[in-house]
């Protein structure tokens, strides 16, 4: 038995040596220098009254690509309902990984909790820089088959992922305990062994990190140094209330105006207002674009007016579209996970930096550290179902736009979930109860870490959590067309994970990032055709 160990930990140290000398040949270039960030205010009455090109809803993952993008040629508001992401050390110190999450309050923290009626809690980002400023910060691309079932321009999204990656994406070096959970991975069958790689591809992988080797988090707050700061407004700390319209003249088109906006901290009837510009004589004009996120979003449509008749009547808020795809469809990606540890420990929190995709890209594993309270944490290993099938809808139960909506994801109701989950448990168990982790954490196998063979579908019914990967509730076919524009609306588009009938990749958050600045072209090469053909139409 002790020549048994003896040979196992030769091959998990010379394994270890010859990782750190083959991944020394794939890091990237360091991010690009960075400039200075555009305009940031917390006082309404600076953006009361005034109009811009463009009004983007959400300084979150999409949000802020998007309008460093449009600031290019346009002028730009970005409305966010929470404050700066900078100096906040739970922010950007990977030390404090995952404290924002344990640190929550209902108007102020930067990580806003809800619970699904499902029971399940949840969080969104309440930040500059949405839910890249609380997540574990992975960066993984899209599969090729994302995109084409998108019906992305190929070469474009490309060119979007590069631009964001050569700002705020770094390779990570791994830790000890990271370099166990690659290991666990591989031992239990999650094949091949792919290295560093930001591509989505079956077996076990490093990906990139926001983290860079100094242990500072880049949230997308950062992308908006490439904006165009004459151009640019950042309004912080305020809450959109309702989109605002007007008719012009045709009562079957409705026409976006502006937005309605409060303080985040302040009453809802002290309202304020902002614009967007009509130019003379010009077939093309600009939109709001709500990126929100997946419960913002589907949240704001029906604030304003937009979504079924019947549930709006119950709030006395006035019809403008019935348009019923309105927060339905909301997916989460159901979680099972397992604590490797025996008791809580004081560890230094980590983010995951390795991931195994198994099962021809239905499970996706992960494990960190995470803070229980602000001096214990836990070592979990976890496993999503990559493509559920269950979904759920979002409702209204207030007319407060700062308080959550009312969200079901009606986790594992489809069979084909939860045998899936079943499966993944399975697979699970696998990884948590391999030598590596018992060899790393000096202590022999558990003989049950979760479930006997006959009871891994009651495990899943039981133990059920979220990934943080919700999406839905304005879906691409149903809200909004493929341009990303709300069907009947004028002037309004939707760019955000709201519009994802299915989560992409391991973590969405690089192809949410993508998307903002990837929308961002499309809408300045939209502009710039549409204003070649009326110069054209004006001198024959």
């Known amino acids: 038995m002790e020549a048994s160990n003896t040979m196992f930990q030769n091959c998990l140290l010379k394994a270890f040596i010859f990782l750190l000398i083959d991944l020394s040949s794939c890091f990237p270039s ?197 904006a165009n700061p004459k151009n640019l407004v950042v309004l912080l700390n305020a809450t959109v209330k309702n989109i605002l319209f007007h008719s012009n003249g045709n009562e079957t088109e409705t026409t976006v105006k502006g937005i309605s906006f409060i303080k985040s901290d302040g009453n809802t009837d002290q309202t304020y207002s902002a614009y967007l510009n009509q130019h003379k004589n010009s077939t093309s004009f600009g939109d709001v674009i709500l990126s929100a996120g997946a419960v913002g979003s589907p949240q704001l449509l029906l604030l304003s007016g937009i979504g079924p008749r019947k549930h709006l009547e119950n709030f006395n808020i006035p019809h403008v579209l019935n348009l019923k795809g309105v927060g339905k469809g909301m997916k989460d990606n159901p979680c099972i996970s397992v604590l490797v540890d025996t008791d809580p420990e004081s560890r230094q929190p980590e983010p995951p930096q390795v991931t195994g995709i198994a099962k021809d890209y239905k499970f996706i594993v992960e494990g960190g550290i995470i803070p229980i309270s602000f001096n214990a944490t836990r070592m979990p290993i976890a496993a999503k179902i990559a493509f559920p099938v269950s979904e759920g809808k979002l409702r209204l139960n207030s007319t407060d736009p700062r308080r959550n909506p009312s969200v079901k994801f009606n986790y594992l109701a489809e069979e084909e979930d939860l045998n899936n989950c079943a499966k993944m448990v399975k697979l699970l168990e696998r990884v948590a109860k391999s030598n590596s982790v018992a060899f790393y954490l000096g202590f022999k196998h558990q003989d049950k870490l979760m479930a006997s063979n006959d009871d891994e579908r009651k495990f899943c019914k039981e133990n059920v959590r979220t990934y943080y990967h919700y999406h839905g509730g304005c879906i691409v076919g149903s809200v909004v067309d493929n341009d990303y524009k ?26 949410l990032l993508m998307l903002g600045r990837y929308q961002g072209l499309k809408v300045l090469r939209e502009r710039e055709q549409s204003s070649s053909s009326s110069s054209s139409q004006q001198n024959p």
């Open 30 to 226: 360091e991010p690009q220098p960075q400039g200075e960030l555009p305009y940031l205010t917390s006082d309404a009455k600076e953006v009361a009254g005034k109009s811009f090109d463009y009004i983007i809803v959400g300084g979150g993952t999409a949000g802020c690509p998007l309008a460093a993008t449009l600031s290019e040629k346009f002028s730009v508001l970005l409305v966010e309902r929470g404050g700066s992401p900078y100096g906040n050390p739970l922010v950007v110190n990977k030390r404090f990984y995952g404290f924002s999450l344990i640190q929550t309050d209902e108007f102020s923290s930067v990580a806003h909790d809800f619970v699904s009626t499902d029971g399940v809690r949840n969080t969104r980002g309440r930040v500059l820089g949405g839910s890249t400023a609380i997540n574990g910060g992975f960066y993984s691309r899209a599969s090729e088959d994302f995109i084409k079932n998108a019906g992305w321009d190929k070469e474009l999204v490309k060119d979007a992922y590069a631009w964001v990656e050569s700002r705020i994406v770094f390779t990570p070096e791994l830790t000890p305990w990271q370099t166990v959970v690659e290991f666990a991975l591989l031992e239990a069958g999650i094949l091949p062994y792919n290295g560093y790689s930001l591509d989505h591809v079956e077996g076990t992988k490093i990906g990139g990190s926001i983290f860079d080797i100094w242990g500072t988090r880049h949230t997308s707050a950062d992308l908006l140094k490439a």
């Open 486 to 511: 709300v069907y009947g609306v004028k002037g309004l588009r939707v760019v955000d994970g709201s519009t994802f009938q299915e989560s992409p990749g391991t973590n969405p958050m690089a192809t």
